[in-house]
């Protein structure tokens, strides 16, 4: 399952260079995990998880499967875009398709790289990317408009329902505001989502900062996180430069790499982990002599809906779910010793699944 992760910015913010290094990483990554272009704009990547080793060693597994996710290079953004300039039209077709949008913003200063409006101001450059989108929005909302209140005023109630939440949405917009900030009930989100509004999808704000930046941010990223925290949105710093170099390097390479720059992980890891907790994302496993692999699932989910992500049928004819936590899997050395220790648990069809199960379906034939 994993997640589609658009990739956004104006030209020169580093955007290319980002994309260019998670495909590189991608390809490197086909070594050792199944890898497929899907088209020359979307690069797939192994989800990092680093429990997945532990669990193959325990199982003997003969294979590791991680999870996946597209980014999607996103061409086209300039001012104007919301009215077809440059690839505008692609552009906005393009970001519908994604569960989640990163806008690149240029915190860096390099005299020979020309900004496109030529000055330094990621807050000026994320503003030129939302009210684009806003703009889309907003043509979409009011092309709709017209026709509700028609409806409306002829008692047709579930017209009238999608009026208010259209009319809601409209005034943010028209506000200056992303349609993500809309106020509306768990009853409405539904039909929020069916609106498919550009601005109502999550962000990630990606600061992209010299390398001596890359630790600790500077003053420009600081910026960023403050209106994040705003926003309700998520905020990371990245070198994007130091993520193409790191994508030509062996693991052993990148490990000291990275301990020179005081960084924990690569960018991309950091980018990934960043939109799991922005969508709610988790991962449960399963594990046996012939894999381990790692599904995604939603923060909420419970079993059935989590062994549908396997196969439709499983959730249909579900029976219940042998299920242990990846803490006693590891502790009592696979499932035969959880079980004999009492930690392997039967679940049935109201079970939320956790982030670490690892889990066995049985169902009906």
């Not at 039909?191 to 704000?205: C, D, G, I, K, Y």
Request: glycine fraction near 6%; proline fraction near 4%; charged fraction near 25%.
């Amino acid at each position: 399952m994993g997640f589609k992760c658009g990739i956004v910015g104006l030209p020169n913010v580093g955007k290319s260079t980002l994309f260019n290094a998670l495909t590189k990483t991608a390809a490197a990554q086909a070594a050792n995990y199944p890898f497929c272009t899907i088209e020359p704009n979307i690069g797939e990547v192994a989800v990092p998880e680093p429990r997945l080793k532990k669990l193959a060693e325990i199982a003997k597994s003969k294979e590791i499967i991680p999870a996946r996710m597209n980014f999607v290079d996103i061409a086209g953004l300039v001012r104007g875009a919301s009215k077809g300039e440059g690839l505008g039209n692609q552009f906005l077709a393009n970001i519908r398709e994604c569960d989640a949008v990163a806008y690149v913003l240029r915190c860096f200063e390099n005299d020979d790289i020309t900004h496109v409006e030529g000055r330094i101001d990621p807050i000026a450059d994320l503003e030129t990317v939302e009210t684009e989108l806003m703009l889309a929005d907003l043509e979409s909302l009011e092309r709709r408009v017209v026709n509700l209140e028609k409806k409306a005023k002829s008692g047709d109630k579930e017209a009238k329902a999608s009026l208010d939440l259209i009319l809601r949405a409209k005034a943010l917009l028209e506000a200056g505001k992303p349609a993500r900030l809309t106020a509306r009930s768990p009853e409405e989100e539904r039909a929020f989502q069916m609106l498919q509004l550009l601005t109502s999808l999550p962000v990630l704000f990606v600061c992209n900062v010299d390398e001596s930046d890359a630790a600790k941010g500077n003053a420009y990223s600081e910026k960023v996180m403050a209106r994040a925290r705003q926003e309700d949105a998520a905020c990371i710093v990245i070198c994007a430069q130091m993520e193409a170099d790191l994508a030509a390097l062996s693991e052993e390479e990148q490990a000291e790499y990275l301990a020179a720059a005081q960084l924990e992980e690569p960018g991309l890891a950091k980018l990934i982990h960043a939109g799991y907790d922005l969508l709610g994302l988790r991962t449960y496993f399963t594990a046996g002599p012939k894999e381990t692999r790692a599904w995604t699932i939603h923060k909420g989910w419970t079993a059935p809906k989590a062994a549908g992500v396997i196969h439709t049928d499983f959730e249909r004819t579900f029976i219940r779910a042998e299920t242990i936590a990846f803490t006693d899997y590891v502790q009592f050395q696979g499932e035969a010793g959880a079980k004999e220790a009492g930690k392997m648990r039967l679940e049935g069809k109201d079970y939320v699944v956790q982030d670490g199960d690892v889990m066995h379906f049985r169902f009906s034939a």
